[in-house]
């Protein structure tokens, strides 16, 4: 099983900045995964980041929003830019491996936006 | 497009009592399942996969079943403990999604004393 460690694991920030999260796992994995979890809600997937190529946003999130970075097989940073109070989730990053496999999920950074 | 839904929302069992929790598919196309624990403010602890290919998967006190053909599964927590309390959450897999999950809506669980 990865083991994945997110930084930080806390976070309050004031509206208009921007925050960049952290995700390193420890064996090479293809593919990332960014979810967000809303307040009282289930996870909604952000993106999937593939090393050597640019993230592949799903519906209702845009890279100038949430910048991802993936520049190795081991690592990933996802920005929340310019943020407001709805910002505020708890944001989470996912490795499967191999495909279809088991997915692992770090231990979520929680962004309190004022 | 998938959706999942969960039943109950919300459950508080008294210690010791088996319970079932219910996971619902609208597509059966799935590649798998698996059912997550969350604690509050947390991220998720994997519990248990289920290929598509199977009926159940069991670990220690959790057994999970899956039924494909009718877009469900459920989740069998034998003599629960107050350690238990948390947010039950299951997610699928479609065939051809590159491995993107989409998760139910959870049910959170309170085992008390």
């Known amino acids: 099983s990865a083991v994945i460690s997110q930084k930080p694991s806390r976070d309050i920030c004031q509206r208009g900045t921007s925050l960049t999260i952290q995700c390193q796992v420890d064996?090479?994995?293809?593919?990332m995964f960014w979810y967000r979890q809303q307040p009282g809600q289930s996870l909604t997937l952000i993106a999937t980041?593939?090393?050597?190529?640019?993230?592949?946003?799903e519906s209702g999130f845009v890279i100038d929003k949430f910048p991802i970075s993936r520049p190795n097989l081991t690592f990933s940073t996802l920005t929340v830019s310019n943020m407001s109070p709805e910002d505020s989730s708890i944001y989470l990053c996912?490795?499967?491996?191999?495909?279809?496999?088991?997915?692992?999920f770090g231990q979520g950074t929680r962004l309190t936006v004022v | 497009k998938q959706e999942v839904t969960q039943i109950p929302a919300a459950l508080s069992v008294p210690e010791g009592e088996n319970l079932v929790l219910n996971c619902s598919f609208t597509?059966?196309?799935?590649?798998?399942l698996q059912w997550f624990r969350q604690d509050p403010g947390k991220g998720l602890t994997s519990l248990l996969l289920?290929?598509?290919?199977?009926r159940e998967q069991t670990s220690g006190r959790l057994n999970a079943s899956l039924d494909k053909s009718s877009g469900r599964s459920t989740l069998y927590i034998a003599a629960s403990q107050p350690g238990d309390s948390a947010t039950y959450l299951c997610?699928?897999?479609?065939?051809?999604?590159?491995?993107?999950?989409?998760f139910g809506t959870g049910t959170r669980l309170q085992v008390t004393l």
């Open positions: 597509d059966s196309a799935i590649y798998n």
């Open positions: 996912s490795v499967e491996e191999p495909r279809g496999t088991e997915a692992f």
């Open positions: 064996s090479q994995v293809t593919m």
């Open positions: 289920i290929q598509s290919s199977q």
């Open positions: 997610a699928v897999t479609n065939t051809g999604t590159a491995s993107k999950l989409t």
């Open positions: 980041a593939n090393q050597g190529s640019e993230a592949t946003y």
